[in-house]
Each structure stands twice: as C-alpha cells, then as structure tokens.
C-alpha cells in the first residue's frame, strides 16, 4: 500500500482527505460507522498501490469489505468508476449495515436499468446490491428503487424493493434480476412498476392488479396496499421471478 485516504460515501463531490500515517506506517484511526445511530456519514478507506486504488468500509467484522460497482462480469472498484457510481453509493451507504454477513469480503452494487415514471416524474434507477462473503455461504442481495432525488443524493438514500439471502440473482452465476414496487406519483396516484435486467423480454403481474408489458419495464395504476405477484419471461420463454 502507497496511500491511505478517507471518504464519506455520503458525500460523492467531495474529495478524499489524506489519511496521516506514523513512522511504523499505520494511519490514523477513522471513526467506525457500523455501530454508530443513524446514519449522518459513512466513513470509507481509499488504498492506493501497485496502480490501483480500492474503497473498503468498516461493517464491524474482523476485517473491512471491499465496495465496488458494475455488472457482475465487469465490476471494479469505486475510485475509477464514473461519477454516476459515487452518486449511487451515497444512497446506498446507509444500508450497509444490512449487509453484515459473518465475513463480508465485497459488496457490489451496481444500476441494471433506468425507468422513466408515470406523469412525468422523472427517471428512476434500479440497483442490486450483493455482498460475498469468504466462505462463500450468507450471501445477502438487495434490490433498490432510487427514484429521482430533488436535492443532495445521500438525502435520498435507495429504497429496498426486495431482499434475499439464497438468491443467485445479480452474482457471476446468474447476473439477472427483475424486481417491483408499489409507487407513488407527486399527484397522489399509485402505481406498481417494476423493472428487469436487459435481457427480460415480457414482465406480468397477477394478484391485487392484473397486467404485462413488453420489455423488462412495467407501469400499471394501482391502489394503496394491493399485493401484487410478479414475474418475467426471457426470449426463449423461460420464466423469471422476481427477488425474494
């Protein structure tokens, strides 16, 4: 290691401050925000070397994880991601703490779509969020709906849509993924929407509303409360369900 820096997740303009380092190399202490209530900063270590450099967080476990952003073929680390990946992570930051695993080596997240709203409200992005552990077992995926934030991202952090502990789903293995939320216009109205990856080509939802869409994007009007059951299709006809 070359360099150690610090960052506030929550703050995605803001520039890492040098971290001091003592004669025997150890840096100053950078306050944990694993235990801490609420949710004001999140603390995060930037480490430079060997032409890399690598953002860790402290999830108050024996040693701190990895953060990353992109699609599970591609993902690399925030420090050289575009800006777009800072600005998510400010609204995902605060729920980490979530993502405690017994040994969380890396947590990705990474946008699988954009969907434009109802009523002109905007375009919201949809993401997942997976922690890896080191032995490979407890790993936890989120879905998050960010819809459009009127001011500072880290004041509007993600809302998680669906949360599973077996699910294979935004992983090398199976990088798909397709998730719903009940939604609520400026105006008052209720939507269901829902949102695939790329390669959903049909998504359906049964229950409290009836309905399907061509394409991995839904937008149905709904009613406060309703229960939905969702689930989408690929081109060769297989059934994909949604996170859970």
Known sequence: MSGASARDLLEPEA????????AHGVTEALPSP??????????AMELAGDGARRLVADLGEIVPARLTWGP?????????APEEARTAWARTAC????MRSNGVREVSTWRYTHQWLPEGNGMAAWL????ETWRGTGVRVLAQFQPPSPGPAAASPGVVVARSELSPACGPRDPRVLAGVL?????????????????????RVSGGVTGSAPGSHLALPAHQGVRVRLNGRLADGTRIPALR
Do not use: N
Request: with cysteine.
């Open 128 to 131: 997942c969020t997976r922690a």
């Open 15 to 22: 520039e890492p401050r040098e971290m001091r380092r003592d």
């Open 183 to 203: 939604w609520r216009s400026r105006t008052g109205r209720w939507y269901v929407l829902a949102a695939g990856s790329a390669d959903i080509t049909s998504v």
């Open 72 to 80: 599970p073929p591609s993902r690399g680390d925030v420090p050289g």
């Open 95 to 98: 729920l980490l703490p979530t």
């Open 34 to 43: 694993a235990g801490a209530g609420g949710c004001r900063s999140w603390q």
